[in-house]
């Protein structure tokens, strides 16, 4: 039996950084598979997977596999289970998936499979920060924080104790009964506290009724920018300046932009940026499969909103919005 654990929560609330800070902690020889869902076209946090211990990473992108790509993960985990034997597999949700339908999704298989699979959790990260904006106006946190077995909150660390018992207000009317952890990325979770649960989740066919049309509220776009070409065929520059990559972001509107991922070459080398609500990091990687493009990323956010604030921002860097 191979269980499996699946991590949901919005845009940019630190899931991938949680799960990475959870492998250094499990046991010597812990075979842990993750399976990565990206709504967008550009694998990124999958290439610091792969620096990690995981015995595999493997990703489906381009769509949700709640949804426009239902069916996929079911195939995704057959073939995790053939090539690698796991003893556990963990699945890394897009942002803007409902994990209800994932669950049905693994009970099936567990019943297809005579309990080779169980679906032993559904964790749920909170964005601190940045939770009670976006649960005012997105159905999509309100489901993942209500059906979940374990809240993890996250960047609790950024705000003052009256603003955090605000959070927990917020959480504790949709969810009072789910327990609650404040964790971050440095630190990170104790394995302990996240593998075993063995959840009672959807174990009813009765709750498919909770299944909504969810990705109305978000829009994806792709950015793009190559190799700037002068008149005689040289390459000027085949990098951004850190400097004007940061003027960029800061005209960008968290209110309208949810989330920024994907590839910048730097003059330092080439760098994953992660942006999420103002805030951004940027992590060195040595890959070399971006044949020459200097950006490639992906944004999300609010409906045509988020398409007027990205070509401002793509204007600033003279890239291209697709």
């Given at each position: 039996?191979i269980?499996?654990?699946?991590?949901t929560?919005?845009?940019?609330?630190?899931?991938?950084?949680?799960i990475?800070?959870?492998?250094?902690?499990?046991?010597?020889?812990?075979?842990?598979?993750l399976?990565?869902?990206?709504?967008?076209?550009?694998?990124?946090?999958?290439?610091?997977?792969?620096?990690?211990?995981?015995?595999?990473?493997?990703?489906?992108?381009?769509?949700?596999?709640?949804?426009?790509?239902?069916?996929?993960?079911?195939?995704?985990?057959?073939?995790?289970?053939?090539?690698?034997?796991?003893?556990?597999?963990?699945?890394?949700?897009?942002?803007?998936?409902?994990?209800?339908?994932?669950?049905?999704?693994?009970?099936?298989?567990?019943?297809?499979?005579?309990?080779q699979?169980?679906?032993?959790?559904?964790?749920?990260?909170?964005?601190?920060?940045?939770?009670?904006?976006?649960?005012?106006?997105s159905?999509?946190?309100?489901?993942q924080?209500?059906?979940?077995?374990?809240?993890?909150?996250?960047?609790?660390?950024?705000?003052?104790?009256?603003?955090?018992?605000?959070?927990?207000?917020?959480?504790n009317?949709?969810?009072?009964?789910?327990?609650?952890?404040?964790?971050?990325?440095?630190?990170?979770?104790?394995?302990?506290?996240?593998?075993?649960?063995d959840?009672?989740?959807?174990?009813?066919?009765?709750?498919?009724?909770?299944?909504?049309?969810?990705?109305?509220?978000?829009?994806?776009?792709?950015?793009f920018?190559?190799?700037?070409?002068?008149?005689?065929?040289?390459?000027?520059?085949?990098?951004?300046?850190?400097?004007?990559?940061?003027?960029?972001?800061?005209?960008?509107?968290?209110?309208?932009?949810?989330?920024?991922?994907?590839?910048?070459?730097?003059?330092?080398?080439?760098?994953?940026?992660?942006?999420?609500?103002?805030?951004?990091?940027?992590?060195?990687?040595?890959?070399?499969?971006?044949?020459?493009?200097?950006?490639?990323?992906?944004?999300?956010?609010?409906?045509?909103?988020?398409?007027?604030?990205?070509?401002?921002?793509?204007?600033?860097?003279?890239a291209?919005?697709?």
């Open positions: 039996m269980p499996i654990t699946v991590f929560g919005y845009l940019g609330a630190g899931k991938t950084t949680i990475l800070s959870l492998l250094p902690k499990l046991p010597k020889g812990y075979k842990a598979v399976l990565k869902n990206e709504f967008g076209d550009t694998e990124v946090d999958s290439k610091l997977a792969k620096q990690s211990n995981l015995a595999a990473v493997n990703e489906i992108l381009n769509g949700c596999m709640c949804c426009v790509l239902v069916g996929q993960m079911k195939s995704a985990l057959l073939d995790i289970r053939d090539d690698f034997r796991p003893d556990r597999i963990i699945i890394e949700c897009s942002g803007s998936a409902f994990p209800a339908t994932l669950a049905f999704q693994i009970r099936e298989l567990e019943r297809e499979t005579d309990g699979f169980k679906l032993d959790a559904i964790i749920t990260v909170i964005d601190a920060e940045n939770f009670t904006g976006y649960e005012d106006t159905p999509t946190a309100r489901m924080a209500s059906y979940s077995d374990l809240i993890l909150i996250n960047k609790w660390e950024y705000l003052e104790e009256r603003a955090l018992d605000l959070v927990l207000d917020h959480l009317t949709l969810n009072d009964e789910t327990p609650k952890i404040r964790c971050n990325g440095r630190d990170g979770v104790d394995p302990n506290l996240i593998f075993g649960i959840s009672k989740l959807f174990k009813d066919r009765t709750d498919e009724s909770v299944v909504v049309n969810h990705h109305d509220e978000v829009q994806t776009i792709a950015i920018k190559g190799h700037p070409l002068s008149q005689d065929g040289l390459l000027p520059s085949d990098a951004v300046e850190e400097t004007l990559l940061r003027s960029a972001l800061g005209g960008v509107s968290k209110e309208s932009v949810w989330r920024i991922k994907g590839l910048v070459r730097l003059q330092g080398g080439l760098h994953i940026l992660n942006w999420a609500f103002g805030r951004y990091d940027l992590t060195k990687v040595d890959v070399s499969d971006m044949d020459g493009t200097v950006i490639r990323l992906t944004a999300m956010g609010e409906h045509g909103e988020v398409r007027r604030s990205m070509r401002r921002f793509c204007n600033e860097l003279q291209i919005v697709v």
